[in-house]
Nanobody, 125 residues
């Protein structure tokens, strides 16, 4: 199983960027999938994710209204669309998946089994 996150880069404050996470060896439509981020010196933070069934989506309050998670089943890829970016969004963004966690565990990074390598987003002020 491999998750590959890509699409990070340098963006000016107020800009937009879309991250992608492609999977091999698992089918995203059967997994809970989430994006986490980790800024230097800080703990890993939940950003957005959806449940195994896809029927429940939760976006962190800090990015609600600006970030959107979506998936393309045909491409087996999950996306994180990020708009109105702020400098505090600077972090390494990780995608992760697990097929056994329940809805209440969605925001707990310790519950996830598969992780991508991370992609760096830098938002300049």
């Amino acid at each position: 199983v491999q998750l590959q996150a890509f699409g990070g880069g340098l963006v000016q404050s107020g800009g937009s960027l879309r991250l992608s996470c492609a999977a091999s060896g698992l089918t995203f439509s059967r997994y809970a999938v989430a994006w986490f981020r980790q800024a230097p010196g800080k703990e890993r933070e939940y950003v957005a994710g959806y449940s195994r069934t896809g029927g429940y989506t939760y976006v962190a309050d800090s990015v609600k209204g600006r970030f959107t998670i979506s998936r393309d089943n045909a491409k087996n890829t999950v996306y994180l669309q990020m708009n109105s970016l702020k400098p505090e969004a600077t972090a390494v963004y990780y995608c992760t998946a697990d097929n056994s966690i329940i809805q209440s565990q969605l925001r707990n990074y310790a519950q996830y089994h598969y992780w991508g390598q991370g992609t760096l987003l830098t938002v300049s002020s």
